[in-house]
């Protein structure tokens, strides 16, 4: 594999991190999105619930002959509403928790991509370029050396001459 070909595949595992990461910060934004949206329905709801508790608590003192049904329909309704409470906070900590998680994968992700970047760049620097350099000067030596045997005596002064003139 050349180094063009690495580079490659590398911004294509990067990429798809990046893509990954986007993703997952949609989904995040959509669920807080959605726990804001059933907040705001509850806060609206909360005050005539309320109203509806006081209507049964008057209820109850006006008429005394209906006192035990009255009572068990407001039971009824604090027992609702209790319920929807545990289920709203129980969403809100599930959202709440969900995102923590989700934000400790996505940076254990950049964490482990990161430290693969820079151990493919090591292992391409070692296994690739050293040896390169490496054959390179051999190279360069048995060139040097086939030069100097090649020529075998030293030159004429005529050719020294127009070397030198060449030079000038």
């Not at 595949?9 to 990046?18: E, G, R, S």
């Not at 545990?86 to 998680?101: I, M, N, Q, S, Y």
């Not at 820079?118 to 390179?136: I, K, W, Y």
Request: glycine share 6%; hydrophobic share 50%; proline share 2%.
């Amino acid at each position: 594999m050349d180094q063009q070909t690495l580079l490659i595949i590398l911004t294509i595992f990067v990429a798809l991190a990046a893509l990954a990461m986007l993703i997952q910060m949609g989904m995040l934004i959509g669920l807080f999105l959605i726990a804001r949206e059933l907040r705001m329905k509850f806060l609206a709801v909360l005050p005539e619930v309320q109203s509806i508790i006081g209507i049964t608590k008057r209820t109850t003192e006006k008429v005394e002959r209906h006192v035990d049904q009255i009572g068990k329909a407001s039971l009824s309704i604090l027992d609702t509403t209790k319920q929807q409470l545990v289920k709203v906070d129980d969403l809100l900590g599930d959202a709440t928790t969900r995102a923590k998680v989700q934000m400790e994968r996505a940076e254990m992700v950049l964490d482990d991509t990161m430290g693969r970047v820079q151990q493919t760049v090591s292992v391409v620097q070692a296994g690739v370029l050293r040896p390169v350099r490496e054959v390179h000067g051999i190279l360069a030596g048995i060139r040097a050396t086939l030069t100097h045997l090649g020529r075998g005596r030293r030159p004429t002064v005529d050719h020294a001459t127009s070397d030198e003139e060449m030079f000038i």
